[in-house]
């Protein structure tokens, strides 16, 4: 159980670090989109292992940082890497850096990640705008004495994905000329890809990708009050739409190949965040 006191020293060493840096927004830069993070102006980099009760990344392309700085004239706090369940951390210890950012200032979260698609419509290369999640299994970072310093014992999630927001991206992706998917993020926590069976049934449930991670992160965002833009970058078609196997996905190679487009949304879209 993390208390509130460890979430304060984090923060404490953070705001220390940094010179007393306070950002407005948390950039959650998923598998292959780290690169983001490159563009930010007179950075302050802050590894995780520094932060007292911080773990690390373990999963590939995930630097293990934050970056601090501005982005499009905006304080933005980025982690180059995100947590996972699969590398055997608890859905807390996934979201903590969440709470620690909304601690540091930070009221919105920009969360991206890779995805597989479900829906049949999409294409290796597109991005959606999530517009919802699905969590039906898998454990939540709620669970447990609730700390009402952040946010009540039952959270609403019915504007998890802040409505506002979205529609900031809908009109900045058409500004850009960019086709915006719309969908459900469907959450699965790995390490393995799904069956064919699984992502059936995800479609039958109404996911449109699926993915291992983002939904801890939105939850704990959604609990202290902060407003959530996601994105997700389909990788690959999920398992059994194509009959391909999937142990040639390279989530790195796919999300380089579009991270331009990626980037330049993001980037059009933080001004009105
Ligand atoms: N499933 C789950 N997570 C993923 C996938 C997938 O097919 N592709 C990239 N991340």
């Keep these: 159980m993390l208390t509130y006191e460890q979430y304060q020293q984090s923060a404490a060493y953070i705001r220390q670090a940094s010179g007393g840096f306070e950002p407005e927004i948390l950039l959650v830069l998923g598998s292959g989109l780290g690169f983001l993070a490159e563009e930010i102006g007179e950075p302050i980099v802050i590894p995780y292992g520094q932060i007292p009760h911080f773990q690390t990344s373990t999963a590939p392309d995930h630097a293990g940082r934050f970056v601090l700085g501005t982005l499009a004239g905006r304080r933005v706090i980025a982690m180059q890497g995100r947590l996972h369940l699969y590398e055997g951390y608890t859905a807390q210890q996934v979201s903590y ?4 950012a909304k601690l540091l200032g930070a009221e ?3 969360v991206t990640n890779a ?3 479900i829906n049949t419509g999409y294409q290796v290369g597109d991005l959606m705008l999530i517009t919802d999640h699905i969590r039906l299994f898998d454990p939540d970072p709620l ?3 609730n700390l009402p310093e952040f946010g009540p014992r039952f959270c609403d999630m019915t504007y998890a994905y802040t409505p506002a ?3 900031v991206a809908r009109e900045e992706a058409a500004a850009l000329g960019m086709t915006l998917r719309e969908g459900v993020y469907f959450y699965f926590t790995g390490p393995q890809f799904e069956t064919p069976a699984e992502i ?3 479609r039958v449930l109404g996911g449109d990708v699926a993915g291992m991670s983002t939904v801890p992160e939105v939850i704990c965002a959604s609990h202290c009050g902060m407003a959530v833009l996601g994105f997700s970058l389909v ?3 999920a398992a059994g739409v194509t009959g391909e196997k999937l142990d040639g996905v390279d989530v790195v190679q796919t999300a380089n190949r579009s991270g331009k487009g990626f980037s330049a ?3 059009a879209c933080l001004p009105r965040l």
């Design 165 to 167: 927001l979205q529609q």
């Design 200 to 202: 059936r049934a995800a």
């Design 265 to 267: 949304l993001v980037r």
């Design 115 to 117: 995805s597989g698609a």
């Design 143 to 145: 669970i447990g004495p």
């Design 108 to 110: 919105t979260m920009v």
């Design 97 to 100: 850096p969440v709470r620690v």
């Design 235 to 237: 990788t690959n078609m």
